[in-house]
């Protein structure tokens, strides 16, 4: 007959804090999503930024709702992002 053994605290302890680890290290990596951009629409985003300047959190927060106002918007996969947004 077989004895079930059971997890010492410390076992307990050990396996949570590892899949807990593991889960974000994989959440964290799959938050950075590289996207590519075509030549042409890039110059257009990095000419139409070059004529702005955005030096705060409140002008950049400016900027994305004026992006959105005036359509300067691309789909890249499912997110919808505005120029101000693209490095």
Same mark, same amino acid.
């Given at each position: 007959m077989k004895i079930k053994q059971k997890l010492s605290r410390? !076992?307990?302890?050990?396996y949570l804090l590892t899949v807990s680890l593991? %889960?974000?290290?994989?959440s964290k990596n799959e938050d950075k999503e590289e996207f590519y951009i075509d030549e042409y %629409?890039?110059?257009?985003? #990095?000419k139409y930024n070059s004529m702005r300047t955005i030096s705060s959190k #409140? !002008?950049? !927060?400016?900027?994305?709702?004026?992006?959105?106002?005036?359509? #300067?918007?691309i789909w890249v996969g499912k997110?919808?992002?505005t120029f101000a947004e693209i490095p």
């Open positions: 410390r !076992e307990f302890i050990f593991f %889960t974000l290290i994989v %629409t890039n110059k257009k985003i #990095k #409140k !002008e950049l !927060e400016l900027a994305i709702e004026s992006d959105h106002k005036n359509n #300067k918007t997110k919808l992002y």
